[in-house]
């Protein structure tokens, strides 16, 4: 199976070849994926060298001259560094463009903590009008590629190595059932699906699905929850653990409820290992959050 990123380069090429109205930025990060396309369009794939503060300064301009700017490079050089273009040359601006990250909170442990980027939502979290989307699945990730770049309002795709085994229908923006139950409510994010899937094989649990996190779907939340007396959720999330957690207590601010928010510590990486020792670490692999969530659940 190809990787989210895989899919994000043959997706946006051919995405050049039928639109025009798109153009793609890069900052040396997966230029070579995207070869082909910059000789079929070399006017619209534009890549700037490490420089990822004119990486997203490039891209604010060309929306001002009305292309829909797909811009690419790792979570921590999108988000984090550039974060003053970001709020300026787009949401200031009022203009509209996709961004798409790769790295997500540890995908390359080995680039070290410059690499990683586990409050890259939080941030994105602090300016208004974006839609962030999280597929668990490069099939997803393309159908959410696909919406964004045919849609003209600010969207940030945040790719991963991590991918659950099968992808689910990317209907809509809001949370989708996955499994039903009485005792208490897990919403699975993007490529968390899998693993909280197998720690809640047995217990009571209405199991939701959110690859769109942005907007919030508290509507979806509510649903889920209605017809009990108090309302447990549990939130999985593959980046900073509470980034939802403010959003689903506004949600469910006429029921009485408990949430707990499920993530990637606060306390800096300075172990970095491999992916799989990283999830175990965070407590995000199967045998952690069926502890954490069953016993989040069976207090009182």
């Known amino acids: ?11 946006t090429s051919q995405l050049l070849d039928d639109d025009p109205r798109l153009a793609v930025v890069l900052a040396e990060i997966s230029r070579d994926g995207f070869d082909a396309a910059e000789r079929r369009h070399p006017d619209r ?5 490490i420089r990822e503060q004119l990486l997203v300064g490039v891209g604010g301009g060309l929306a001002l001259t009305g292309l829909r700017p797909i811009v690419h490079t790792f979570a ?15 949401g200031h601006q009022g203009v509209g463009g996709v961004l798409v990250s790769a790295g997500a909170s540890y995908d390359w ?3 070290g903590f410059t690499h990683m980027a586990p409050g890259d939502v939080a941030l994105m979290d602090t300016l208004d009008g974006w839609a962030v989307h999280v597929p668990g699945h490069p099939d997803e990730a393309e159908a959410l590629l696909r919406r964004a770049a045919a849609g003209d309002g600010r969207d940030y795709v945040r790719l991963s190595m991590q991918s659950n085994e099968r992808a689910r229908p990317v209907a809509g923006a809001g949370f989708s059932t996955v499994r039903e139950g009485r005792a208490g409510v897990v919403v699975a994010v993007g490529p968390m699906l899998d693993n909280v899937l197998a720690a809640t094989e047995g217990l009571d649990t209405t199991v939701l699905y959110a690859t769109t996190v942005r907007p919030f779907d508290g509507a979806g939340l509510r649903r889920a929850v209605a017809g009990g007396d108090v309302a447990d959720v549990v939130l999985v999330e593959p980046y900073l653990a509470g980034t939802s957690t403010a959003a689903a207590n506004d949600a469910l601010a006429e029921t009485p409820h408990r949430v707990l928010g499920l993530g990637v510590a606060r306390r800096e990486l300075r172990r970095y290992g491999q992916l799989e020792e990283h999830l175990a670490g965070q407590g995000l692999d199967a045998r952690s959050l069926r502890e954490r969530i069953s016993g989040f659940l069976a207090r009182p």
């Open 109 to 111: 442990p080995a680039g």
């Open 45 to 49: 794939v534009i890549n700037v060298g």
């Open 76 to 90: 921590s050089f999108l988000v984090e560094r550039p974060f003053e273009q970001v709020k300026l040359d787009f």
């Open 1 to 11: 199976m190809d990787t989210m990123r895989d899919r994000f380069i043959s997706t």
